[in-house]
Every structure is written in structure tokens, then in C-alpha cells.
């Protein structure tokens, strides 16, 4: 297979990249992938720790000091009213302090996790067993919906209908769940 | 107390069973997943009065029999412990310096084999721990995950929908998982081939470090690779890309040793028995030369070139030559000078031992 990136060297490399839930395939030379590497984060092997706290720190251009007085003595500074912990202190410890710092953040956090895991902001993995069965539901109601519009697009309309008597289904056996809860 | 019967105490049960196949590469697994409860602020922001009932709240639930294979775990306060004592404890990996040093009311719950270890207060609230020798990623994480559910079972998680396990560190949020493997690469470390390796790996989302030795230098020739991300993935994902990218290392050993064999072998074999002779008579070794002539003494066992004596011994003397355990092997406090010449003294007394048991 040759290297999708130089179209020249034979790939080596051979991976799938997921990124927000989409997988991609991607096949690259040694070079290419020493190429691109070397302009994602951690790419010099070491602590993820230190990569991020220089992370963190590039990306806060609203709390710099502003130079212009009248505007920084008007805004307020944004602290997580749970733990008491201020997004600037977040910031320079790479830590949250409690569980409301990421409701008390959230505007912030996305470009945040993005740089450090791979362009993701969203978990795709285990769930705890007690929020499990709803989500399990939403998320397959989610999947046949995708496959519902696919299904109508190509004018296939009775599996379109097999697929919404099954979304229908999995709805009410959540609303009753909801209710026993 | 006899050498042998130190070392019988001070190897964690797990690295003496009996691994597998890849196991002249890879040396260990480990699974960690990072857990917090509901209601208690993160460590880094909790007070006294919060991190002690945190820490008698979990290891009393904890403190119940997982299952009868594992038995009950021990618990261990870090305020119990002298300083020596944590540091043979982080020696051994099983607990992190960090729980060492800077914990509020840290806590280590340990399985009898060593192979569990739950640290609580430490950056989070919960790091579970896995430890199994040779390539077993599966086996960890199949553990891990039972565990994780047991506790799951008896207290209530931070969890979010769309942040998953929420943790103190950005870095961990989602999954909490950082999985790792940990592998001799000498001959490619030989071959100046791991430099052009180590980006194609970062590029997927891999992390690789030495675990011996301070920034860039890998002691021992010993990597850990790991996953970086643990958001957007789920944990197979997490687990098999990690998978592929240490078989293909494997491979890429592998055949880095063939060919330093077809090439250079009375070079390679000329390297291996110095590192040998230094090993079995030196009267002073620094813990950098000891890594790796300890390295290159594995290769030759690996290579069958040196025989009669187990594979093992890297890893065990990895250990058993830190500085806390020299010191506890010598029963007192020891200077840095002092150390090499202890040191030298276990390393010989080791290798005369093999020689006593053939
Ligand atoms: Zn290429
Ligand atoms: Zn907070």
C-alpha cells in the first residue's frame, strides 16, 4: 500500500484515527508520519503533564490582564462557585477543583480537551450502570434514526417504517423507565 | 536476612508468574483507571475534614472481599509509613510518588499478589490499578473493568454524559484509562531505529517514555508506551490501537536483533559478556551503568547467548538496585556513594546465587 500522504513511499503505518466519533483510516510512510507528528501535541514522547499546563496556558486570551482598564475592572473574574476555584487558578495548576468546575468552565473546555485528546470533547466509552440503560437507548435511537433518513434517501420506504416502529418502541420503553425511576 | 529471602519479599508476587511467549520484550502490563465520587471536591481542593471521611468511606467499602480468587485488600495510610517505605512502595510501582509525597490523607489498598492497587486520595479520589507481567492487555483490562464495576456498585461516580468520568486533570477526563505496556528495546535503541519510530507512535495518540532515568534517557532501555488520549475513544479502542502498535514493535525488535546477529554478531556478543564480567565483579556500579549492562545481559539471555540464568533478572534488579531498596536491604540510611558500592554488592551476590541454584 503506498503512503496516502506522499503517494510515493510505501505506507508503514497503518492506524485508524477517531475523531468525535468518526473513524478514519489512515496509511502513512515513516516520514509522512514523522512529519506530521512533529506538529501534534506530545510528540516529543514526555510528560503529558507538562505538555499541558503549556497548553492550557496558550489558549486563555480572555484573561489576560487587559491593558485597557475600564473593561478588566468590569469583568468578573469566572470562578466555579462550588469549590471556589477561579479558571485563571485552573489554569495554572492544570487541575478542577470539584465536579462543578467543568459546568462552571464549560465555555472554555472544548478547545481545551480537543488539543489534548485528539480533537475529541465528547466520551464515547463505559458508562456507569445506573445512567447506563437510558443513555444505551438514546444513543441506538440515535443510530436508527441515521439509518432511518438513509433508508428514506434511497426511497426504500418499508424499512424506513420497520426502522420507525423500532425507534417508536425503544422511545416508550424509555419513557416508562423514566417514570419507574 | 538472606539475599534469597529478600528478594523472595521484596519481588510483587505477579512478576514470578509464568508469562508468555513476547515476554523477552515486553515485561509488563498496566491498566489504570481514574475514578471520583459524587459530592466530595476533587483532592487538590479538598479540606482535611473531606479527604479523611473520604478516605474512611472508600476503604471501608472496599474493604470487603472482591471475590475469593483475590481476597480481601490490604490497606495501607501513607502517614503510617516512614519515608523509606514509601519510596520501596513506588519503587515498585504500586503507588505513585505523588501519593507519596504530596497526598492529604492518600491511601494504598493493595491485593495480596501486589497485582491490585488502589490508590485513594491521590490526584483523584480513586486510581485503580492493574499490574500483570508480560503482554496481557486483555487480562488487565478485563480486571480492571470488573473491579470498576464492583465499586461502581457501591458508591456514586462523577460521571457525564458527555465528559464521561469526570477527573482533577483535563488529561484524563472520558474513560480515565491510561493503559501501558512496558518494553525492552535494546536492539532497536542499538540500531538508532526507536527515534524514527516514536513520532509515527505519538501520531496515533501514543506516548512513549523511558521509565528509568530523567528526561530523554531511557535507563535500561526500558519504554513505556500509553495511550494519551482518553476522550472520543471508547476503551477497546483505546486498548486494540494500543495492541497494534506494540506487536508491531515487537516485530521491529525482533528483527532489529536477527539482523544485529547476521551483521555484527561477535560485536554485539563482545558487548553482552563485558556487560556480564562488569555485572558479576565490579565493586562500584552507578544505577545508570547498572541499567544497562543489566539491559544488555537480558539480551544476551534473550539471544541465548548467556546461559543459566533467568530471564527475570532485569526487571527484579531494576528494582532491587533503586535506592530504596538498597537501603532497605542494608537496613540503614546510605549515601549516594555508599549505594553504588551496595549495589554492585547485590548485583554479584544475585548472579553467584543463579550459579548456586543450577
Ligand atoms: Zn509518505
Ligand atoms: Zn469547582
Known amino acids: 500500500m503506498i503512503c496516502e500522504e506522499c503517494q510515493k513511499n510505501e505506507a508503514t503505518l497503518h492506524f485508524t484515527k477517531i475523531i468525535n466519533g468518526q473513524k478514519k483510516e489512515m496509511h502513512l510512510c515513516d516520514e509522512c508520519a514523522r512529519d506530521k507528528g512533529e506538529h501534534l501535541p506530545g510528540s516529543t514522547g514526555y510528560s503529558i503533564h507538562e505538555l499541558l499546563s503549556g497548553l492550557l496556558h496558550g489558549d486563555h486570551p480572555f484573561d489576560q490582564q487587559s491593558s485597557h482598564p475600564s473593561s478588566s475592572s468590569r469583568r468578573k473574574p469566572l470562578v466555579c462557585p462550588e469549590c471556589g476555584l477561579s479558571y485563571q487558578q485552573f489554569i495554572d495548576k492544570g487541575r478542577f477543583g470539584c465536579v462543578h468546575c467543568y459546568e462552571s468552565f464549560s465555555l472554555k473546555l472544548d478547545p481545551i480537551f480537543r488539543r489534548v485528546h485528539g480533537g475529541n470533547v465528547r466520551h464515547h466509552g463505559k458508562v456507569p450502570k445506573r445512567t447506563g440503560g437510558k443513555m444505551q437507548m438514546k444513543r441506538q435511537i440515535q443510530q436508527l434514526r441515521n439509518q432511518m433518513e438513509m433508508h428514506v434517501e434511497k426511497e426504500e420506504f418499508e424499512e424506513a417504517a420497520k426502522i420507525r416502529d423500532q425507534i417508536r418502541e425503544l422511545e416508550m420503553k424509555m419513557e416508562n423507565k423514566e417514570g419507574g425511576e | ?358
Open chain 2, 1 to 358: 536476612m538472606s539475599l534469597d529471602q529478600f528478594i523472595n519479599e521484596a519481588i510483587s508476587p505477579w512478576m514470578k508468574k509464568n508469562c508468555k511467549e513476547e515476554d523477552d520484550i515486553v515485561l509488563s502490563t498496566r491498566i489504570r483507571l481514574a475514578r471520583n465520587l459524587e459530592n466530595f471536591p476533587f483532592p487538590i481542593a479538598a479540606s482535611d475534614h473531606s479527604a479523611s471521611t473520604l478516605l474512611h468511606y472508600v476503604s471501608k467499602v472496599l474493604s470487603e472481599p472482591y471475590d475469593e480468587s483475590i481476597g480481601k485488600l490490604e490497606l495501607i495510610q501513607m502517614n503510617d509509613l516512614s519515608p523509606n517505605e514509601k519510596r520501596v512502595l513506588v519503587e515498585k510501582h504500586l503507588i505513585s510518588p505523588h501519593l507519596a509525597e504530596e497526598s492529604n490523607y492518600g491511601a494504598v489498598m493493595l491485593s495480596q499478589d501486589e497485582s491490585i492497587s488502589i490508590m485513594i486520595n491521590e490526584e483523584d479520589h480513586i486510581r485503580l490499578q492493574c499490574l500483570f507481567c508480560g503482554f496481557q492487555l486483555n487480562e488487565g483490562f478485563v480486571l480492571s473493568n470488573g473491579l470498576d464495576d464492583w465499586i461502581e456498585g457501591k458508591v456514586t461516580y462523577a460521571f457525564d454524559e458527555k465528559r464521561g468520568y469526570l477527573t482533577s486533570c483535563p488529561t484524563n477526563v472520558g474513560t480515565g484509562l491510561r493503559a501501558s505496556v512496558m518494553m525492552h528495546l535494546p536492539a532497536l535503541v542499538l540500531t538508532k531505529q526507536l527515534n524514527s519510530i516514536i513520532p509515527a507512535i505519538n501520531q496515533i495518540g501514543l506516548v512513549v517514555r523511558g521509565i528509568y532515568g530523567e528526561g530523554s534517557e531511557a535507563l535500561g532501555n526500558i519504554f513505556q508506551i500509553s495511550n494519551q488520549m482518553t476522550l472520543g475513544k471508547s476503551e477497546q479502542d483505546i486498548i486494540e490501537d494500543l495492541r497494534g502498535v506494540v506487536i508491531q514493535l515487537i516485530q521491529q525488535e525482533r528483527s532489529a536483533r536477527q539482523s544485529l546477529l547476521s551483521h555484527s554478531r561477535i560485536q554485539l556478543e563482545d558487548k553482552i559478556f563485558r556487560s556480564y564480567g562488569l555485572l558479576a565483579n565490579s565493586r562500584i556500579m552507578e544505577s545508570k551503568e547498572a541499567a544497562n549492562r543489566l539491559s544488555d545481559v537480558r539480551l544476551g539471555i534473550d539471544l541465548d547467548l548467556i546461559h543459566g540464568i533467568s530471564g527475570n533478572i532485569l526487571n527484579e534488579l531494576m528494582i532491587l538496585t533503586q535506592p530504596g531498596f538498597l537501603q532497605q536491604y542494608a537496613k540503614k540510611a546510605l549515601t549516594p556513594a555508599e549505594r553504588d558500592i551496595e549495589r554492585a554488592k547485590l548485583i554479584r551476590d544475585r548472579l553467584h546465587l543463579e550459579k548456586e541454584n543450577k
